[in-house]
């Protein structure tokens, strides 16, 4: 309906923006208390410089793959934890809901023989249905999420040992659930990895830019996705070279180069979930209701139904988790998901940005920030330190993280951005 | 006359044990301005909200273009062409000015968010409503001031084919020249053909623009009556007493005090 015609020129939809107005813009939102992924990247570096002096063997190439699939059911729990947290929510069960998907991996594929796509996909649907019962009593029964993920962290760690006969492990062999974190890509496909990223992404950039050019509206310049896509290709060109190098003690009897199996999964899950919270209906609605939860259910958003979705996200990513942990270890014990693995997740998600107070976050903070909690996991082993020292660590990390996110709320408050 | 566009006839809500609105009646026809005016409290906003399918109301008839519905979200509530902008505008902060203009009601091609689309879409309508202030539609609400939300607030609502607008009070939280702004876009709407609700405490606002006038007492409309039938201090009177002279509510249920004021003007 046409309210009035202006004969002025149209309003910009969104102006071209150079390379130069770019980067002042980005340091605008940083000091205005948007900090996105700088703590993650700038923590990322700090510490890989610091473990490199202290302890030299933590540059290896064996130890880089370690990080790999070290950080991998960290970083896969922390992406389903990322939905949770962008309602503003928590699940504080992740971890043990994770050991309990495993335990039911583990049982059906060593006492029962199932085979291995039918063990995986029935440790999923457990994850699913964790979900749902927990996002329902969330959503339409009105328990705080805090409380029924904490009660679900107590009874799911029962359940583990329950499962698992009071602590007794169950060994998993089959070689496909194993080969996801001890099995490599070869080395060529190892490269071809690395330019389907490359050219993808580019693919991407390029075609947006043009759609929108094509409706006369602002597009990136391109000179800056040279320097995110030449980014991409440089820092992933390293790390499939470091990954590339045998590190086997003895290469003669058992070659161990290339890309662990575990990376591409990942790449995956951060790749199909990034699409869906950016790209689509839901995702958006997503972040709506973390926004403000009230405008979503006046915009006719189903709020109950998108805060079940996130919660049967959440224990679907940590069954994941679960298998790559199952794998990792070839078996499954009552503390698969214990211990510090959830916190390490919220570590992880927060240190990479996603906020605790909902409407704030990405996919990908969650594997940048659960690099950061691989490295110090893994450079605090190396250095000799005891479990005791590595919780308080992780303990005061977190804590960081929280206290940066805190603050740069109402420092961005302050500069009237929220 | 003409059928009116939305017709409410003995609209009762309560919260619990309040009794909000006892049997409301409202009329709101399409090419005018109907001002909604009562006190604090008197259940202005409730009853836009009934209408906008917010919150059920407890008994009741709601007829649109002549035809009895039933409205039971907002969903329902925007597939008739009703769209309210709230007392408390109900942007997500977090979202960015088209996000929120199309909240819930994206553009897809195929499963992706068709964003030019809904980029042009929305730049094109605050162009129309010759909104200047905002230096881009990509930029987040939470960076905009109360003037510009309101103005992304009401270009939302006109951003659809919607025949009835609500503002809920528009222009509480504006300067002048943005309330006056606010204003000749409610009388652009109205001379478009839409049928426009106006909420406002503002009393030269209201016989600015309004070409009917409904005044709220308590819960129970008092009058519902021309702009040009009627002076300001009567509606003053209908809103602080529920009656005014022989308009109003019957004697039992306005105000008392009222009563006495008036014997003593006769
Ligand atoms: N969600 C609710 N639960 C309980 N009572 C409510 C609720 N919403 C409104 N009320 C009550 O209903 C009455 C009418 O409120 P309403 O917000 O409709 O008034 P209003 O006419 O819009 O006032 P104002 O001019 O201050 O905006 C008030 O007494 C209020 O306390
Ligand atoms: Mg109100």
Known sequence: MAVQTSTAAPMAASPNRSLAQHVSGYFRRLAGGELGALPAVAGLLVLCLIFTALRPVFPSARNFANLFTQGAQISIIAMGLVFVLLLGEIDLSAGFASGVCAAVLAELLTNWHWPWYLAILTALVTGVVIGLVLGTLVAKVRIPSFVVTLAAFLAFQGVALLMLKNGANISVSDPVVNAIENKNLPVWLSWVLLVAVVVGY????????????????????????????????????????????ERSFNPLRVSLRGVPIVV???????????????????????????????????????????????????????????????????????????????????????????????????????????AVVAVIDNGMGLMGYSAGTKYVVTGIVLLAAAGIDALSRRRAAASGLR | MTTPLLELHGINKSFGAVHVLRDVDFTVYAGEVTALVGDNGAGKSTLVKCVGGIYPYDSGEYVFDGHPVHVHSPREAGALGVEIVYQDLALCDNLDIV???????????????????????????????????????????????????????IAKAVLWNSRLVILDEPTAALGVAQTAQVLELVRQLADNGLAVVLISHNMNDVFAVADRIAALYLGRMAAQVKASDITHSQIVELITAGRSGDIGLAPAHASTAADIDLDEVD
Request: net charge positive; aromatic share 4%; proline share 2%.
């Open chain 2, 99 to 153: 996000q929120n203009m199309f909240l819930g009601r994206e553009r897809r091609s195929g499963l992706i968010l068709d964003e030019p689309t809904m980029e042009q879409m929305a730049a094109q309508t605050l162009d129309r409503l010759s909104v200047r202030t905002v230096a881009s539609v990509r930029q987040q609400v939470a960076s905009l001031s109360g003037g510009q939300r309101q103005t992304v607030a």
């Open chain 1, 264 to 370: 591409p999964l990942i790449l995956l899950l951060l790749v199909v979930w990034s699409f869906i919270l950016s790209r689509t209906g839901y995702g958006r609605h997503i972040y709506a209701v973390g926004g403000n939860r009230e405008a979503a259910r006046r915009a006719g958003i189903n709020v109950d139904r998108i805060r079940i979705s996130a919660f049967v996200i959440c224990s679907g990513m940590a069954a994941i988790g679960g298998i790559v942990a199952a794998s990792r270890a070839n078996s499954v014990d009552p503390n698969t998901g214990g211990s510090n693995i959830l916190l390490y997740a919220v570590g992880a998600a927060v240190i990479g940005g996603t906020s605790l107070f909902g409407g704030k976050g990405r996919v990908l903070d969650a594997v940048l920030g659960g």
């Open chain 1, 202 to 245: 580019l693919a991407v950039q390029l075609l947006r830019v043009r759609s929108r050019a094509a409706r006369g509206l602002g597009t990136d310049p391109l000179s800056l996705i040279a320097i995110k896509t030449g980014g991409i290709a440089v820092l992933g060109g390293l790390a499939v070279y470091f990954l590339n190098i």
